[in-house]
């Protein structure tokens, strides 16, 4: 692979958004990362260029048969003004086994790193300063042979985009409702569940709108099998501490191995507070509601960190989740991720990753 | 909606490829159809316009959640010249049933149909003749809003582009070999496996990809559930005979609703062929087998019309059908079939459509 990556900078740079209202995924900065692969080349042609629409035929096979990958995480800015990654190693990481379930040529890690350092670094006045913002990465692979038919694409574009933003919920850190979903499903097993895919958010999407209706802000998501053991919660992975133990799901192939779901067990472990990854059914959780044992709900994700649960609604019936208030842990462990992220804690796992 | 279809032509058309080597899936025709959707303005602006890229920003949607929906249908040259449609009507409304899924807002089939028509009109020549060729049409609906987060869009592009081709698979009507795949799973009950949804196809690329490298064409896909019952193969519905009776899956919420597959049945109803819509175990097809009452075993679908199974895979065990050779009933469904869309035989079903 080619090392160095070149660079031509926007003659035009835009306006940046007012900070106090980026919401989430409406901006985008002035530069754009692009990488391509060919069967004969390998990948190829790292450069970063000025932010532009991509010109591709429509028979490109991105537009037909969903072989696309995608990956988020987010820098931060310190209130000394540096820029912190977080944890991108694991990123990449991941985006190899979503491309090896995808077919899709696997990747340089540590030079998928390398990139995300160098356009970050190129548009690092886009990282803003304010409480709740960061800029949010979204590194991607798309298929971009022209061709119409079922088999993986012999081309291939890695192209990074970089968006401020604010909070992912209007709701912040505050307990969201979650719907239990028992009709549709988003992932099976022997399917593409942990890979990080666009079939699986197509898939969501009815779910979630059905439950935004309802008045709810996500749904929690039951095994495809038996719908009866959870596995996520709308983009997020989800934990429940019962009698002093927090449990999640175990990372079965339906269920996306989350990177802040990884810190949040590092931390608990640190922190002395015992974890379960087990299976875990709905109908354990109610019970211990009903037993008065169901302590905290949370989900973990790159967009929102820590999401509380404060209500489920599971088969028309609701239960309040710790009196719909955050919880002891929930709190705890938002605090020290995003203290680590925004470098006002000390990082002590070393999951930081300074862009000069 | 608009009706009226603005035409601008373009100046400079391809050379057309030889139609002895055509494939399948690399030429495209000279235009294309592009209709635009807002929330504000329903579906909007239907235009034909020439093949050529387009241009959509990195952070459009369909790059990144698969809210994308498609169709395959095509036109034929008849001995005189003229070209028809099979069953365009039946493709445009299975249209609205994945857009529901896929919360993409829904669509006016008999606009759809008279969209194919004018352009499938204006690209005439593009229909080839050559015996087992034909303009295989490709309408899709991609989201366009420039946004990251998971939500349905609120704006989409229709479009159609149009590809002469020839045998989808190299074997043509010969019998192929398929694997009973055991632990990949294509879709499940309650997931988008009806809809014809690019997910559905990248969640089936790996199964396939080491289906061909163990010498297979295709996979037969078992129920997701139990990986019991027999669901599709490959991108084709699938039909048993065992002792006289035609069997084909029934249609759940995991199985796409061929037009093919529609057909079949309705020749065989018509020739008083018995057939059954009903769940069928793979287990079921290996006891007929045994039992040497299997007599028959095809797929049906847009691209290869029918195609006969020779041989079967399930664990290990190999099963050979009808020595291998091609069966009376799929012959006779085949002939039947691409005889109506040739305008060979007599259309008594009413399926074709002529393009003036």
Same mark, same amino acid.
């Not at 909070?167 to 912040?172: H, K, M, Q, R, W």
């Not at 028992?182 to 988003?186: A, D, P, Q, S, W």
């Given at each position: 692979m080619q090392k160095s990556i070149l660079i031509e900078l926007t003659k035009t740079p835009k306006t940046k958004p007012d900070q106090n209202n980026l919401g989430f995924g409406h901006y985008f900065s002035d530069h754009m990362f692009i990488m391509n692969y060919s069967t004969e080349k390998g990948w190829y042609d790292p450069r970063i260029i000025p932010y532009a629409p991509l010109e591709l035929e429509?028979?490109?096979?991105v537009f037909h048969y969903g072989q696309i990958i995608f990956e988020g995480l987010k820098a931060y800015r310190t209130e000394d003004g540096r820029v912190l990654l977080f944890r991108p190693d694991k990123n990449m990481e991941r985006i190899n086994r979503s491309n090896e379930r995808l077919c899709i040529p696997p990747f340089d890690p540590g030079f998928g790193v390398e990139a995300i350092k160098t356009i970050v670094s190129v548009d690092k006045e886009w990282v803003p300063d304010q409480e709740g913002t960061s800029l949010y990465i979204r590194p991607f692979i798309i298929p971009t042979d022209p061709y119409l038919g079922v088999r993986p694409s012999n081309t291939y574009q890695f192209i990074i985009i970089l968006c401020p933003v604010g909070?992912?919920?209007? #709701?912040?850190i505050n307990p969201v409702k979650i719907y239990v979903e028992? $009709?549709?499903? $988003?992932a099976v097993k022997g399917g593409v569940g942990y890979a990080k895919t666009p079939g699986n958010y197509a898939a969501s999407l009815k779910a979630q709108v059905e439950a935004n209706q309802k008045g709810f802000t996500q749904v929690l998501w039951l095994d495809g099998v038996e719908k009866k053991y959870v596995e996520e919660v709308g983009t997020m992975n989800v934990f429940f501490k019962i009698k002093g133990e927090v449990i999640t799901p175990s990372? #079965?192939?339906?269920?996306l191995a989350g990177i802040t779901r990884d810190s949040a067990l590092q931390l608990l472990k640190t922190w002395g507070v015992p974890i379960r990854e087990r299976k875990i059914s709905i109908q354990e959780i109610y019970d211990a509601h009903s037993q008065g044992t169901l302590e905290e709900a949370f989900g973990t994700g790159t967009a929102a960190v820590i999401s509380p649960i404060g209500e489920l609604s599971w088969d028309g019936r609701r239960i309040s989740i710790n009196q719909g208030e955050i919880g002891k842990v929930s709190a705890e462990l938002y605090r020290t991720i995003t203290g680590i992220q925004k470098g006002v804690l000390k990082d002590d796992p070393g999951w930081t990753v300074e862009v000069k």
């Open positions: 429509p028979s490109t096979m909070a992912y919920y209007p #709701e912040g028992t $009709r549709y499903v $988003r990372l #079965e192939d339906s269920i």
